[in-house]
């Protein structure tokens, strides 16, 4: 478990110095030293006559590395501060720094020296493997921000990117800002447990009528979509939801075209052909037949799959005495949870009891601690930027060597990020005095906050984005690189999520769900039994997600895979392939999910397939080093930390997975995990 000991039982523990309380015109001064530091840096660099990894790209880097911890704490604030003035500021300076930033990747006096270093043999045969890729990556970021065009193609390139910029992150601000609400009575609500009600706001309607406010963000979506018993009210709310952020239909249509009015300068077909180039899939075609053979794999089964669940809501409406008027979209979480309940006695609320947050994360904080051998200490005297937020510090188990810090920050408030999601506040590096910056990241989720008479607890979905989001926070604690550019998750994106998906397989582990359980009202352990019922239900809502996963990134690549997007209607497209691959049913309703899926508009674009890429990967590691040698084997969990998660991106992704199964990865496990049987142990286990 994690420990309350003070840290200075260690002589050398390590204080967080990172202030959170900013004003406005302290974010804009941070810009502002920031912008003008960089230029000096790069005035010297493009000054050399005899350039040298010395004087051409060190100073680059190492102003990267000083620069990091501002850019991200700034960059932090629009995503966690009350005060929407702070917000507004650090959304602004994210832009002018993004702005700053491409200017001086298209100056060419400075590209020719960082070329330079490059191409000669001599500098880089002498270079460590670390300093060689980070010379290659910044001479790639100069022809990506068209260093070797012609003048006049390089202006207008300038153009598209600041532009992009823009648009990105006021799609992005859009959804943070959005306060959407849907009033309901009791009545209406009727299915949803009694936490839903507690410390919620309630607000008179125009009829005079006394109703609850439910908010249009993720968590009271995904709650009410899976417990409310009337399909009126599923319908309200998933029209609620899905209708949100209409101006940023214009934000993504403008910023496809521009993608590949960019990609076309740069001598590519495609945006997605552009973006590829530099992954571990390398081209288009490779994702699309990946997409395209799970597609056709699932497909049946899905079919087969919306069938069954259409068959219960025919009964149940049945038994209601109400016409049956179809299954649409707001039907399959609520008729699947049912169908757990009938076919398998499976109640959500009822495992839901056995996770109370502040003992589960705790449990899940103590299963870190033994795989990657560290300790986890809380660290009471750091700042914060909101009460809410507790913070940590991570030293080696056995010694007194700090490793970094992170912060939780996971309820809901006002003005906060709704979504669950790890952010980098500092990466760490190695000063040029061989002492090093250590890292810092943050865990954002949005649980209702417990009170005394109504806990907070946690569902299996809950549980598996704690863990997903937490491996992220480890990647970014447990890596030692030389430079901050490499440091945690910042490797090829179509690798970065696998670390954390595969720790997602522990949740679903009877003995890790014995062990994190211990229910909020008796504090006893989840039963044998219905653990049991619970991974044999697992594979049901995986069909589903699992499509919705293949969707979003056949989605992402029709958009962004294309030649011509002059007529490119994004609502539309985004709506007829929903239906056609997972097979949603809108009924009546006009809706535009598309306007807020963030990913297109956050560093996803052309990049979604990465999380089922990422999938075969996790499914590797985890069935064939962990299942085999044990969860809790201390030897395979350093490996892991020292072959996966210590290198960040100082190295191919494909050399570290090499290195931790002892040979190349393959798709073996990833492709048991799509049969009928939803746990992979059981799947390797009966091999």
């Known amino acids: ?150 003048h006049e193609k390089r202006k207008r390139l300038a153009v598209v990117l600041n532009r992009l910029t823009e648009l990105e ?75 949100i952020c209409p101006e940023n239909v214009l934000l993504l249509q403008e910023a496809i075209k521009l993608r590949l009015e960019k990609a076309r300068l740069l001598g590519y077909k495609t945006h997605a052909e552009f973006v590829i ?19 056709c794999r699932m497909k049946a089964m899905l079919e087969d799959r919306l069938t069954e669940l259409e068959a219960i809501k025919m009964i149940d409406m049945k038994y209601a005495r109400k016409p049956y008027d179809g299954f649409y979209s707001w039907d399959i979480s609520f008729y699947s949870n049912l169908n757990y309940q009938l076919e398998y006695d499976y109640d959500v609320d009822k495992v839901k009891g056995y996770f109370p947050i502040a003992h589960t994360i705790d449990a899940l904080l103590g299963m870190f601690q033994q795989m990657l051998g560290v300790r986890i200490i809380k660290a009471y005297t750091a700042s914060v930027w909101h009460p809410d937020v507790e913070a940590y510090e991570v030293w080696e188990k056995d010694e007194p060597q700090f490793i970094g810090h992170f912060y939780l920050d996971l309820y809901a408030r006002k003005g906060k990020y709704g979504n669950a999601t790890m952010m980098s506040i500092r990466p760490g590096y190695q000063k040029l005095d061989g002492s090093r910056e250590y890292p810092v990241a943050v865990l954002l989720a949005g ?76 504090g006893c352990k989840i039963p044998t039994d219905l653990v049991q019922t619970m991974v044999k239900a697992r594979n049901d809502n995986a ?21 011509d997007a002059a007529d490119i209607d994004v609502v ?60 809790d084997n201390e030897q395979t969990g350093m490996a892991y930390r020292t072959e996966i998660l210590r290198p960040g991106a100082s190295r191919d992704p494909m050399l570290s997975l090499e290195l931790f199964l002892g040979r190349k990865p393959n798709s073996n496990a990833f492709l048991r995990l799509l049969g009928s049987h939803p746990s992979l142990s059981t799947q390797l286990n009966s091999k």
């Open 447 to 522: 649980f209702a906050k417990p009170t005394p008479s109504a806990p907070t607890l946690l569902d299996q979905d809950d549980l598996e984005t704690f863990m997903h989001e937490m491996g992220h926070v480890f990647h970014e604690i447990c890596s030692l690189t030389k430079w901050s550019r490499f440091h945690g998750t910042r490797v090829e994106h179509d690798f970065s999520e696998a670390p954390s998906q595969m720790l997602e397989n522990w949740c679903w582990e009877p003995s890790v769900l014995a062990r994190i359980s211990s229910h909020y009202e008796t």
């Open 169 to 243: 992150a006021r799609f992005m601000c859009n959804i943070n800002e959005n306060d959407s609400k849907v009033l309901f009575t009791r009545e209406e609500l009727q299915g949803l447990s009694s936490g839903f009600f507690k410390s919620r706001e309630t607000s008179v309607d125009d009829a005079g009528v006394d109703k609850f406010v439910v908010a249009a963000s993720q968590s009271d979506y995904f709650a009410i979509l899976g417990q409310a018993k009337h399909p009126e009210t599923r319908k309200r709310m998933y029209a609620a939801y899905k209708t």
């Open 277 to 295: 180039d530099d992954l571990v899939a390398k081209t288009p075609d490779n994702v699309l037949a990946m997409l395209e053979d799970l597609k």
């Open 543 to 563: 069909l589903v997600d699992r499509m919705s996963n293949i969707f979003y990134s056949l989605y992402d690549m029709a958009i962004h895979n294309i030649a």
């Open 1 to 150: 478990m994690v420990s309350d000991a003070p840290a200075n039982e260690y002589l050398a523990a390590r204080e967080c110095t990172l202030v959170f309380n900013k004003s406005v015109q302290d974010i804009q001064g941070i810009a502002d030293r920031i912008i003008s530091r960089e230029r000096l840096i790069f005035d010297c660099v493009a000054a050399q006559t005899r350039p040298t990894f010395e004087n051409a790209i060190v100073p680059i880097a190492m102003q990267e590395n000083e620069a990091c911890a501002d850019i991200c704490l700034v960059s932090l604030l629009q995503f966690v501060s009350d005060d929407k003035a702070i917000r507004m500021a650090s959304a602004d300076a994210d832009k002018q720094i993004d702005k700053h930033r491409t200017g001086l990747y298209m100056r060419e006096d400075a590209y020719k020296a960082v070329h330079a270093v490059c191409v000669s043999m001599e500098e880089m045969a002498d270079l460590e493997d670390e300093d060689r890729r980070l010379v290659r990556l910044y001479e790639r970021r100069f022809r990506d921000h068209g260093l070797g065009l012609e």
């Open 572 to 631: 539309g497209l985004y709506n007829a392939m929903r239906r056609d691959i997972s097979l949603y049913n809108d009924g009546d309703l006009h809706t535009f999910g598309v306007a807020t899926v963030d990913h297109y508009m956050d560093g996803y674009d052309a990049k979604y397939y990465s999380y089922l890429w990422s999938e075969v990967y996790s499914a590797d590691m985890f069935g064939s080093r962990f299942l085999k040698e044990g969860l």
